[in-house]
């Protein structure tokens, strides 16, 4: 008769192979936060310049085209921008 009972050996086995699932998947996600954190210090970085940049293109220096792409980029960055803030 063969016994198909696990015995504690592979319990043992079986409950480190999980934990260290479970700690693989708490360091993905501690990477994850600290990629998202700095992603988002990104994008506000970005925002600001862009936001500087369009408040000094209130002349005529800046050519039209340039203007027209710097005010998309505003407005993309800002829509974005308040995702994040939510």
Known sequence: MINNDPNSNEYLEMANHAKSLVEKAEEDLKSYKVQNLTLK??????????????????????????????????????DNVEDFIK
């Open 41 to 78: 210090k990104l994008l506000l970085t970005c925002y600001g310049v862009v936001r500087l940049i369009d408040e000094m293109n209130q002349g005529d220096d800046i050519p039209g085209e340039l203007s027209m792409t710097l005010e998309l980029l505003r407005g993309y960055l800002s």
